[in-house]
């Protein structure tokens, strides 16, 4: 019998892991790739890698699709916008790997997914409410729940 065990991530390093993790969650519709994350942590992209999927059970990269596919869950259940609206909304690139990575998570297509909840009779929020409320970025370039930029006077300190 074979032990796979690993060696348990040092204390002082959660706290900036968890920073990492955060930022998935707060800027998932953005482009984000490993060298990013690692640097968020404040540590190697390989170091990152073993220590986030010893620490969350999966890799930074499968943590940020489940993320993406999670709001896009939410946003075809609520939302009345297309299945490509959705995907560049959420941060996907391709329609084609939305909807297979959508598929292979969740069990169904996103249309199949939209089309179930449609039939149950929820509200809908129109779409272009959501871009009108900075919801969703229309020129793409912050996506779902972008922060809004802080005023030009704001100061830094």
């Not at 809004?148 to 100061?155: D, G, K």
Request: charge should be positive.
């Amino acid at each position: 019998m074979t032990s796979t065990a690993t060696r348990p991530v040092p204390v002082d390093l959660l706290s900036h892991l968890r920073r990492a993790r955060d930022h998935v969650d707060l800027q998932s519709q953005l482009p984000i790739d490993l060298h990013a994350l690692a640097a968020v942590a404040g540590v190697s992209k390989f170091h990152f890698v073993r220590c986030f999927a010893a620490t969350y059970g999966e890799t930074p990269m499968r943590y940020l699709t489940c993320r993406r596919i999670e709001r896009a869950q939410d946003l075809l259940r609520s939302a009345n916008l297309t299945v490509t609206e959705i995907c560049m909304a959420v941060g996907f690139s391709s329609l084609g790997s939305f909807s297979s990575t959508f598929t292979r998570l969740v069990g169904e297509t996103p249309t199949a997914y939209r089309d179930r909840w449609a039939a149950a009779g929820g509200p809908r929020v129109p779409g272009c409410y959501l871009f009108m409320c900075g919801v969703l970025d229309p020129g793409g370039t912050g996506g779902v729940g972008a922060p809004t930029p802080s005023p030009p006077h704001a100061a830094k300190r």
